[in-house]
């Protein structure tokens, strides 16, 4: 059953090569109607917003075109200021691998310490066009509480798909904002023309947890990608947390990557969403990571057990700010940085 849900969303590449560099996402924080003009080397020449106030604290941003991603990242953090990394897509001919192509704001700009700063750099090894990348909406409809190992072989047992939240203000079930963020996510990938495949894209279906890591197994993905809500008996929690696989032997050879590809996506969401970060987790006891060859993580988007962020999930806005941010990290992750 679960096979025929498979949905192949994307298979066609992105923009032609040979282009300029475009940033492969434009809806995020750099804002177009800042962008006075563009050189011929295709860098984005942007007037930075001066710091109004005159406060005696401003930061002058450094020049980072033209330097390695990592140096920049460097230079940028030593200046008390935060980064947002964007990957240029499709790669131009000429650029180097791995080197800043544009900054915003420019260089020089007198920004408030802490401000953030959009660098976009050259994919290191080719475009994400050659990555597959499995999305598990987490939950579905009906919870299937039978039992079933938590992992290949073991005793111990879990519920094949668990219930989930619910939105104590909304009372929306955590299914079917995962399908919300799910979907959004799928074509922001689709967007950078990564090769999508969705676990499920309605919400009445049954596929046990270790059936979804198996589809991901048998798709040979690059990443899997599962989207969950939170809950808590504290209604005042609230934040983005990002789960990998570790601590068993099930998911020694994934532990690694997941971990490298939650670190990735966790600063590329907190800083798309401007949620707070409660960090990584590392998880043994999670079915879906259990089952999995292929590297994995859960990214926790929220708290719906807190009326704030439960109505602040519900919108398309903060929807679509999560998944240009998942998106962003992923890319981040497959490009290798
Ligand atoms: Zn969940």
Not at 176 to 188: E, F, G, H, S
């Amino acid at each position: 059953m679960a096979g025929s849900l498979l949905t192949w969303a994307a298979l066609t590449f992105g923009a032609s090569r040979g282009a300029s560099p475009v940033v492969a996402n434009s809806s995020g924080p750099l804002p177009s109607s800042s962008i006075t003009s563009q050189d011929g080397s295709g860098s984005v020449v942007a007037t930075a917003s001066q710091n109004a106030t005159a406060g005696v604290a401003d930061v002058e941003v450094p020049v980072l075109v033209g330097k390695s991603i990592q140096v920049a990242e460097a230079l940028v953090t030593a200046a008390g200021l935060t980064v947002q990394t964007r990957v240029a897509d499709p790669v131009a001919p000429g650029v180097v691998p791995g080197v800043v192509v544009s900054q915003w704001p420019a260089p020089n700009a007198l920004v408030s310490p802490g401000a953030q700063i959009v660098i976009t750099y050259q994919a290191r090894i080719g475009t994400a066009a050659q990555y597959i990348v499995l999305i598990d909406p987490g939950h579905q409809q009906k919870a299937n509480t039978a039992l079933e190992p938590v992992g290949p072989g073991s005793t111990q047992r879990k519920a094949k798909v668990a219930g989930g939240a619910t939105g104590v203000a909304t009372h929306i079930p955590e299914y079917k904002q995962t399908l919300a963020i799910a979907l959004k996510l799928r074509d922001a990938l689709v967007a950078k023309g990564v090769k999508v495949l969705m676990v499920r894209t309605t919400n009445d279906v049954d596929i046990p947890n270790s059936k979804r890591a198996a589809i991901g197994n048998t798709a040979k993905a690059d990443l899997v990608v599962r989207i969950h809500l939170n809950g808590s008996a504290d209604s005042g929690m609230h934040g983005i947390t990002t789960l990998y696989p570790s601590g068993n032997a099930w998911v020694a050879a994934i532990t690694v990557a997941s971990k490298k590809a939650a670190q990735a996506v966790d600063a590329a969401v907190v800083a798309a969403t401007g949620a707070v970060s409660l960090g990584l987790s590392g998880r043994s006891d999670m079915s879906g990571f259990n089952y999995s060859t292929r590297p994995s993580i859960i990214v926790e988007c929220g708290f719906l057990s807190n009326a704030a962020e439960d109505k602040l999930v519900a919108t398309a806005a903060y929807q679509q700010k999560l998944a240009d941010g998942i998106a962003t990290g992923v890319v981040s992750y497959l490009l290798g940085q």
